[in-house]
């Protein structure tokens, strides 16, 4: 049987916020009530498409739908996380549910928002390995494996931008502060035993904003959809910074 | 036009860390702020045996009191605050469960150090 019984049903408050760059209007919340299946829990990215059915001007970003690609990252109900991933059972208080685009970044329309800064951070502390021994590109570089247990928790970033734009450093200097993200990359290659380029990383890292704005207050360890630790791996380029300087 | 950002801190969620990390920099600007007028007070307390019982007439007066309950109270989570950055600069307490419980404890003590200031001053 396809239909589902009026009782198996309950209906969520949505709200959502819509900003329309062609529209001279300020960003405003739009509401609607969405019919939800009582026996699934659904995810958040669901319950968007649900709304997009009503209202096909909704804009948002999704892909994989799985929390891989890090497309659809969301404000939900105050906290950032992977609209794909974030069951409703977790996001939804008082069968409310308010989704909004990722804080701090300048919003395109609605949801998407326009992730250059982000980006622009994560490139600065050059992501990829520098090696300034000759590598044959057609074999491994061999790591043993203590070597290689040390890049766990900071590979398998997926960069949806869910700590950056979590963290109030971020906001204030989004030009100047590298942001959770970016550190944790910049950490996952010093910390990598092929990359011989240390030195280089470590000094671009030391003034007093790109690393020393973190003031470990966790907003990004407690949102990060992969349950990765930036506050951890910044720390330990702290350690560094300090230990290079005395 | 220029786009918008959305950041209403109102409606945007933060961890125990998040909220003791931002009670750390009001009780600094609270220090920061009184730490003058009661330097000036203690050194006008201090100068006379006359000026030491003006003091004590200003310190009886209520709105006083809770200036220097404030001032005291921020001077200790601001320490105890500053004592948890430590430990984490060292490299420990740096989970989300290490940094929630390490929050709620500075939030605890000093909602303890007030208490026992208020039994003893009023």
């Keep these: 049987m396809n239909s589902i019984a009026a009782n198996e049903i309950k209906t969520l408050k949505l709200s959502i916020y819509r900003y329309d760059p062609l529209k001279k209007e300020k960003p405003y919340m739009q509401d609607f009530d969405i019919d939800i299946p009582l026996e699934k829990d659904l995810m958040v990215l669901d319950v968007l498409m649900l709304a997009k059915e009503k209202d096909p001007s909704i804009s948002f970003r999704r892909s994989c739908r799985e929390g891989v690609c890090g497309s659809d ?6 906290k950032n996380g992977l609209g794909c991933i974030t069951p ?30 982000f980006v622009d951070q994560y490139k600065k502390v050059k992501p990829y390995l520098i090696t300034d021994k000759k590598v044959d590109t057609r074999e491994a570089i061999p790591q043993t494996v203590q070597e290689r247990e040390k890049l766990d928790g900071l590979y398998e970033c997926i960069m949806c931008g869910c700590c950056s734009t979590a963290c109030p450093s971020f906001w204030w200097n989004p030009d100047k502060f590298l942001g959770p993200a970016a550190l944790l990359q ?37 949102v990060c959809p992969k349950g990765l630790n930036p506050t951890k791996a910044i720390g330990e380029i702290k350690k560094m910074l ?5 | 036009m220029n786009s918008p950002r ?7 969620a933060l961890p125990a860390a998040g909220v003791s990390s931002i009670l750390h920099r009001l009780s600094a600007v609270a220090i920061f702020v009184l730490s003058l007028p009661m330097m000036a007070l203690l ?13 004590l007439i ?27 950055h430590l430990v984490m600069d060292f ?3 740096e989970t989300l469960r290490a940094g929630r419980l390490s929050a709620i404890s500075t939030f605890f003590a000093t909602a303890f150090f007030l208490i026992i200031f208020l039994m003893l001053t009023w």
């Design chain 2, 58 to 84: 200003i310190y009886e007066n209520p709105f006083f009191k809770i200036i220097f309950t404030i001032f005291i109270t921020a001077i200790f989570y601001h320490f105890v605050s500053g004592l948890r």
């Design chain 2, 43 to 55: 050194v006008f307390a201090l100068s006379s045996k006359n000026n030491y019982s003006l003091f």
């Design chain 2, 6 to 12: 959305y950041l209403n801190l109102f409606k945007i």
């Design chain 1, 242 to 246: 300090v230990k290079r300087a005395l």
């Design chain 1, 186 to 222: 910049a950490y996952r290659f010093i910390a990598d035993s092929r990359d011989t380029a240390t030195e280089e990383r470590l000094e671009q890292l030391e003034d007093a904003f790109s690393v020393f704005r973190c003031h470990g207050i966790m907003n990004c360890v407690s």
């Design chain 1, 73 to 78: 990252g969301l404000n939900i109900n105050g």
């Design chain 2, 91 to 93: 490299g420990y307490w």
């Design chain 1, 88 to 117: 409703l059972s977790d996001a939804v208080r008082s069968n409310k549910l308010s989704i909004r685009p990722l804080p701090g970044l300048p919003v395109i329309k609605d949801l998407i928002v326009d992730m250059k800064q």
